[in-house]
């Protein structure tokens, strides 16, 4: 499944197209239909952090190993796109089967310019966490007020 | 024993918090097969490492529990949060004809297998059937 999701600085984030919008609410869906048929959790789910200097998003990317991440930045949106499958036993018989293969991209608008050169992404114990930094020209700059 | 390196550059790298904070409890997704000779069970635990995985068997019920690494949000904003820091917590009755003294588990990717073997003495024998 493809899903596409936007984010901006507010907490209440705003989506800018209709796509997307639909997009977040079919997510929204298929994750409470998977919480109430199976009681599991989704897979790469995703959440973002910043503070005044720099922006770290975490994302839950179980079985996938590095060689199958892939993350962008153009212009203001960082992409991660991620795929896994599974492998079916040669022989044997389900007795239980919820975790799903899948191919995932995603997109976060980021808050502020970022310089890409410092960015630094780690795949963990399926954990991914990229952090970027906000461009030097970019930060607050306090300005001194001279006495006349 | 792996060891948290305190590193000055990243702004937030995940760390595992202690057995004693008090993370909500998710159901992580499982995939359960079995064949004549064992049952596995694989689990995605994103996040959490070989060390923070613990697996009990107590009166035939296997109990997996995971402690992820989580983000200490300190002087940072949440923007976007689509998952809350949570412990993996799942149960499971085991057959009787399972070996619970010899189960093997392995992480790798934050997936979880564990392989159950079965009992020597439970598995199908042929038995012949001599002429009189």
Redesign the interface.
Known sequence: MLTT?H?????S?WTSDPFTEIDRVLRAVDRAWLDAS??????S???????N??L?V?T??????ANDISIQIVGDTLSIEAKRG?TA?A??????????PFSTART?QL?FRVDSNTA?A??????L?V?VKRAAEDRPRTVAIQAS | MFQLQKKSAPVAEPTTPSKESSLPSVTPAVDIWEDEHRVVVEADLPGVSQEGVEISVHRGVLTITGTPRVVDEGKLQPIYREYRPARFVRSFTLADDLDDQSVTAKMTDGVLRIELPRRADSKPRRIEVQAA
Not at chain 1, 7 to 11: D, E, R
């Open positions: 999701s984010l901006s600085g507010s907490p984030y199976a009681g599991a959790r989704d897979s789910l995703l959440n973002a952090y910043h503070d200097d720099s770290v975490t839950e990317l179980p079985g996938v190993s599974l036993p022989e044997g018989r389900w007795l239980r089967r919820e975790r799903r976060v808050p630094t780690s795949a963990k114990d399926g954990l966490t952090t």
